[in-house]
């Protein structure tokens, strides 16, 4: 079985500073890893994600984040926040057996100050 | 590419009705996904098909959700009777045939059952 804990329902940054959104998983056998962006009223929207390649993947929007397997984390970073961040943020995990089926946290959500 | 879309957008229908949501996948992603996420919470799955059959129906509701994918293309999504704890986002995803490349989301059907 897999699961997802995403470390804090609400972050809170300043225009310009870093984002950091943090995810940790369990996963009996090599993960697949993705983060998602939801903004209101929409789907989710596939951010970056890790498929066993380089451990630290580059995304969209300026976003990237580091898969390190000694501490089972994928955690979201981002150097300097703009408004239009604003938005829920999912991590997910699904294993490279079956990669279909995702399982995803409760969710982050970032709001930026101006 | 035109994305995943699904209707209706909204609907509001009392408890013990029954519901049917409806989504067309990207072209060419042999599989889909119908998840139900509920406010505060991440997408859980609730079926996952591979063209026409079924893969994962382990998390549906089989006494109330029943879904279909006649020809492998779009799929429906039925709740019947419903309950007050279906209010959800039904969200219909759809990947490509490498799995590990993340879902496409559609905007999903908002659910409010009084």
């Known amino acids: 079985a897999q699961s997802v804990t995403q470390l804090g329902s609400h972050v809170s940054v300043s225009e310009g500073a870093l984002v950091l959104l943090r995810c940790n998983y369990s996963s009996s056998v090599p993960p697949y890893l993705f983060w998602y962006v939801q903004y209101p009223n929409q789907g989710l929207q596939l951010l970056l994600k890790y498929t066993s390649a380089a451990t630290l993947v580059k995304g969209i929007n300026g976003f990237e984040a580091e898969f390190k397997k000694s501490e089972t984390s994928f955690h979201l970073t981002k150097p300097s926040a703009h408004m239009s961040d604003a938005a829920e943020y999912f991590c997910?995990?699904?294993?490279?057996?079956?990669?279909?089926?995702?399982?995803f946290g409760d969710g982050t959500t970032l709001t930026v100050k101006p | 590419e035109a994305g995943v879309a699904q209707s209706p957008r909204y609907k509001i229908i009392e408890k013990r009705q029954s519901v049917a949501f409806w989504c067309n996948p990207i072209s060419g992603h042999a599989t889909l996904y119908w998840y139900q996420q509920i406010l505060g919470q991440g997408p859980k799955l609730l079926i996952q098909?591979?063209?026409?059959?079924?893969?994962?129906d382990s998390q549906l509701p089989k006494d109330r959700f029943s879904a279909e994918r006649l020809k492998g293309v779009d799929s429906t999504l039925k709740i019947q009777p419903a309950k007050l704890e279906d209010s959800a986002v039904y969200l219909c995803a759809s990947s490509h045939p490498q799995a590990n490349y993340g879902y496409t989301f559609g905007s999903g059907t908002r659910l409010t059952v009084v």
């Open positions: 997910a995990v699904s294993d490279q057996t079956n990669a279909g089926k995702s399982t």
């Open positions: 098909f591979q063209n026409n059959g079924v893969v994962d």
